[in-house]
């Protein structure tokens, strides 16, 4: 790749998506676009950038800057806060509509399994509607499968749970049938207009909102909170959220609406 090539991947990252990428590493760039150009037919990941520069082909574009999007995850990360978020939410379940919950950015599917696999766990399943969604179509066809390596179940999961959750396989574990099925995937560009999806009662969005740019991040942060009820929590990985969001004093990352009083 030269010079031309990574500004126009870092400007092509930045308009569709709101995404940082740093023009100036290019063994990164070139990492994560060489399987894109292979899966392409081009030669190199020079051809595969002059294409995008050539042609108006809006699929090829989205596979350059879906490659760019964060791809890191893993079970149970920061498991603490996520059963305290979760056991919040059970708290609810007692009030008869149906709880929604939407992890946001969900890349492989961890995450979300993860929260599936606490709801299990509380015996409120049944009851919640489980979204989850992400930038990247490929990422989502591995989460809808649910089949991980040894190394991944390593990442964040207990011997208890991955007897109780998984079944083995040569290749590796495979989630449940009753867990795969909690779960409506579904692609999502967080720039976009979030109304279409209603409103929630958690929103887990720790992965994605590090890779963007300021004002993407904030045009996020300002998605997410409209799409909260009005009693609804949104996790969050850092501290800069902005102006919309008040922190949760006993729940460190789960912030709710500006206006909205925390519950005690």
């Known amino acids: ?19 940082r990428v740093e023009a100036d590493k290019t063994y990164l760039l070139e990492n994560r676009l060489a399987p894109v150009a292979r899966r392409e037919g081009y030669g190199s990941v020079h051809d595969l950038v002059a294409a995008v ?6 699929r090829l574009a989205w596979a350059v800057v879906e490659a760019m999007s964060p ?3 893993a079970f149970f990360r920061d498991e603490a806060a996520l059963e305290a978020a979760v056991g919040d939410l059970c708290l609810k379940s007692g009030e008869g509509s149906v709880l929604r919950v939407w992890v946001a950015g969900c890349g492989t599917g961890q995450e979300a399994y993860s929260i599936a696999m606490l709801l299990h766990e509380r015996a409120a399943l049944v009851g919640v509607e489980l979204f989850a969604t992400d930038l990247s179509e490929r990422r989502l066809e591995v989460a809808q499968v649910g089949h991980y390596s040894q190394f991944e179940v390593q990442r ?9 959750h998984f079944e083995s396989h040569e290749t590796g574990f495979g989630l449940s049938p009753h867990l795969r099925r909690s779960i ?10 979030l109304a279409r999806l209603g409103k929630f ?4 969005c720790r992965r994605p909102l590090s890779r963007l740019l300021a004002a993407a991040r904030e045009r996020v942060i300002i998605g997410l909170a409209g799409a909260l009820k009005a009693d609804g929590r949104l996790m969050l990985d850092g501290d800069q959220v902005g102006a919309h969001l008040v922190a949760q004093a006993d729940r460190p990352g789960v912030y709710v609406a500006r206006g909205i009083r925390a519950a005690a």
């Open 184 to 193: 409506r995937w579904g692609r999502a560009n967080l720039l976009d207009d």
């Open 71 to 73: 791809a890191e995850t």
């Open 53 to 58: 520069r050539d042609r108006d082909d809006k």
């Open 201 to 204: 009662d958690l929103i887990v």
């Open 1 to 19: 790749m030269n010079a031309r090539d990574r500004d126009l991947v870092a400007d092509l990252c930045a308009r569709l998506a709101g995404l």
């Open 156 to 164: 964040g999961l207990s011997a208890r749970r991955l007897v109780r």
